[in-house]
């Protein structure tokens, strides 16, 4: 049974867990086992060890985590990326109560605890994630703009455009001809 979790910001796919792993091999950490945003230590390593890791972590992008409220904030945005990257009809619940529900803490808590330390709100967090969905889609070229509009969310074409061009400052247009991804992290 683990002794020891350690939380990790930033880490949003497979290959994040794969880095991870990579560097607990390299320092020779062997019992431990990673997972989307954390890892598990059944031996916890000597403090020397601990710094390689951390300082190893923060190399490639990824932050530990210590305090209740960046774990619970990174849980949120979990929910966040999650909710916006599926199909609205997927999903039965509003933003409010799918957070409330998936990470089983109060929405009201949750949005000011979200806003004081990312100094934004969670609909903002959201409409950057959708956005960021928007652009990779249009990136695959296989999608309708109506498609795209209804797998995001968007109420309609016209709404997607208005939404991209102020999110952006650009159109969907200009998008496509010149455009670049962020990644999901830097959002």
Request: hydrophobic share 35%.
């Amino acid at each position: 049974m683990p002794t020891d979790t350690l939380h990790i910001k930033n880490m949003v796919c497979r290959r994040c867990v794969m880095t991870v792993e990579d560097i607990c091999r390299d320092l020779g950490i062997t019992d431990s086992k990673v997972t989307l945003g954390s890892v598990s230590f059944n031996t916890i390593p000597d403090s020397e060890t601990m710094k390689n890791f951390h300082d190893r972590l923060r190399a490639v992008g990824f932050e530990p985590l210590k305090s209740h409220e960046h774990i619970m904030l990174e849980n949120i945005k979990a929910a966040i990326r999650y909710y916006a990257r599926h199909d609205p009809s997927d999903i039965k619940y509003k933003l409010s109560e799918f957070i409330s529900r998936t990470i089983n803490l109060d929405f009201r808590y949750a949005s000011r605890m979200f806003s004081s330390i990312e100094g934004r709100t969670i609909q903002s967090y959201l409409m950057s994630q959708r956005i960021e969905y928007v652009k990779e889609l249009l990136f695959d070229n296989e999608l309708t703009l109506a498609e795209i509009a209804d797998r995001v969310g968007f109420s309609s074409v016209a709404h997607l455009s208005r939404t991209f061009k102020k999110s952006l400052g650009v159109t969907i247009s200009e998008f496509r001809n010149e455009g670049s991804r962020t990644g999901i992290d830097e959002l």
